[in-house]
């Protein structure tokens, strides 16, 4: 089984960027971010004509997901938490007997605001209904982007980003406790030591440059983490013309 996640920021913009891909490589499925279009727009027909199918929830301008997968898989949505508004930011199937869990943290925009509040508020609203969702199916699997480097080496400057938004004390907490639910970070589990990158700044080269974080992540229960064959990070769709900001991330698995 062979999944991804992308923050394609625009499926508008990056479409021609995603149906490449996905035609290329052909994976299972794939859960993508910040879609920015409301469902009546979005571009199913395209996804169509490579064969795949998609279930979505989206909002203008703004957040919505989606998860993408081939038209001959048997996929069953799932109810999801009840988040205190209707932004759209959570999508769930289960497939192959496994629950797949497409998220888009919010940013929280500085520590100590009202949105960094919102944004923890968010995740323990998303921790508890993992928990309870883990004692019904313990084969889960969470993606998408946490917009949280949960350690100094998914940084590239520690001292510029300490103790501040995406790499807080609290929003490391936060990722650490479902972490501690029965999950593994699939990145790290084959990549102890590297220090890669799945978002980098528009301003200022930061891609260039490399000046990034690692914020996007593929997390696997336990019960299933033996079966992770391969996790990489998707850099040539930076590269592209007109590029989301954010990396894909894929994984393959034995299932």
């Known amino acids: ?29 794939v859960a993508i971010q910040e879609t920015k279009v409301e469902d009546c727009d979005f571009p199913i027909a395209a996804l169509e004509k490579i064969g795949y199918a998609a279930f979505f929830s989206g909002q203008k301008s703004y957040n919505g997901v989606a998860i993408i997968y081939k038209k001959s898989s048997d996929l069953k949505k799932i109810e999801g938490p009840h988040f205190p508004d209707s932004q759209k930011r959570f999508l769930a199937v ?24 919102y ?4 995740l323990l609203v998303l ?6 969702r883990l004692k019904e199916n313990k084969n889960m699997i969470v993606m998408g982007d946490f917009n949280i480097a949960p350690e100094d080496i998914d940084v590239h400057d520690v001292d510029m980003w300490k103790d501040k938004i995406l790499c807080s004390k609290l929003e490391r907490d936060a990722f650490n406790k479902i972490i501690n639910l029965g999950f593994c970070d699939a990145y790290r589990s084959l990549h102890m030591k590297d220090k890669s990158f799945t978002w980098w700044d528009y301003r200022l080269n930061g891609f260039k440059r490399n000046l990034g974080l690692r ?7 336990t019960s299933i983490s033996n079966s992770i064959k391969n996790v990489g990070i998707e850099k040539s769709l930076r590269e592209m013309d007109r590029p989301s900001d954010h990396a ?5 698995l034995d299932a």
């Open 1 to 29: 089984m062979k999944i991804a996640t992308w923050n394609v920021n625009s499926i508008r913009v990056r479409l021609p960027h995603l149906t490449s891909w996905i035609d290329s490589q052909l994976p299972d499925l």
């Open 94 to 117: 289960n497939f192959l007997g496994i629950d797949l869990i497409n998220i888009y943290v919010p940013n929280g925009n500085s520590v100590g605001s009202d949105k960094y509040q």
């Open 119 to 122: 944004k923890m508020d968010w």
């Open 127 to 132: 921790q508890n209904w993992i928990a309870k």
């Open 215 to 221: 914020i996007d992540h593929i997390l696997v229960s």
């Open 248 to 252: 894909l991330v894929f994984a393959e």
